[in-house]
């Protein structure tokens, strides 16, 4: 009996502690899966390399005595050269209009200008899986002296920017090049720009507000400084690019005239070339 | 005999038990690994995520499994350790059961943050249970989560049930 008693008691006891394990196993499993730390959310702004393409097309007079040119026809180059360094990393959009007024000389020239932007995925390849929200900013940085009342094509707040067009993540190397302080690149007549997939187009006259028509969800607003911002939400985008280990994000802005002429310029030209600033911002944890 | 005697059967039963429990909590465990926010549980750090902002997987459902999972869980190891008869099964379940809804309860907006100011602090230091008062000041209550537990306890008592009326109708044919 007493033997009997012994072997119950150990086995109380026993069980007792295999017991204890399961339910502190189970008590620190419930206390572990709630409540977890407050994480606040970082914000990484993604290096960038930009360049400005431009490409140059016109009508020749041959009729008239057009020399010398009055005024100058603009030197690309030069332009681009005597620009403080600065300001070549913020690439430019828009057209540049020439008319050349010898003599009755109907000789006209147009310069389209596309601003190009990638963006180093490959530095932020560690926050793969850890962002929440991936906004592309595209602000005025310097709107030109051809913003005028009146011209559609180079409008108040935006410029001469016609449409913002994105990139496959593959498209990068086939891309014009782009660099930090900012690369100018000259296209020959009969090169085509390159074709990226639309975003959205730029709204003529620009109003505030959600932009309609975007491929993503797009809002602008005023920059307070005569231009305007617009942010792009790319969290899909920007989510697909770091999964598969894409080293670049490319998007690019494209003129809002981009021609052909089909007559003469109209005396004085227009210079509607702008300046702008890219931004992707991620949120992430 | 075909060497079923019973203490292999009994063998057997335990196996399965533990099976079906590490299978439901390694269920439970995925959930939190595919659907669950990084940073939002206290055991799935941020860096663990690696899916997050993938459409979840689970859908609705990855909302109130893991709950059913964990009382399921620990209400077939629990029986398991307190024994073969019914009033085991039914110990097991019904405790997790209770401390499953206790719990959840504990995170209901007007309770848990009194809950958790009441948390001792020589908790902190002591991992996972440092998490108590985080638990209960920033977990989310969840009606439905109320009906996963009692499911899971449920299905653990039926499960238990069956295997052992199954278990039984088989040795005693063996035996007879």
Redesign the interface.
Known sequence: MSKLNNHKQHSILQRCLLLLPVLALGVLSIVGSGGGPVVQPNTTMVGLSVGTLVKTSGIIDVTNNCNPATPPAPNIQAWWNGMPPTNRTFPFVGFELWRNTTDGCTTSRLDVYRALVTFNMASVSNLKGLVNKAELIVSTRALPAGVTAGNTSCVAFTGGAGTLERFGPAAASSLPPVTGPGVLTQFQPADPFPVGNVVFTFPRPWTSGSVPGAASPTATLASGTGGATFTVDVTSQVTAALNGGFPGMSWMLTSAFEGPLTGPVASGGLDCKTSYAFQLRLTHL | MNGSTPALLARERITTKLLLAATA?GLGFVV?LFDRL???????P?QW??????PFIFGSVGGWL?EFA?VYA?GL??AT???TTRRAALTGCSL?WL??IL?EIG?YPNLGPHLAAATPVWLDGIP??E??????????FDPADLIAIMLGALAAWMTLSGLHYRKESRSHVQTQ
């Open positions: 909590l939190y990084p940073g939002s549980a206290y055991f799935l941020a995520a690696h899916f997050a902002g993938k893991p964990h620990f190891l629990t350790v307190l024994g997790w401390i499953d719990f995170q996972f249970l998490n108590t008062g985080a638990f209960f000041a920033r977990g989310t």
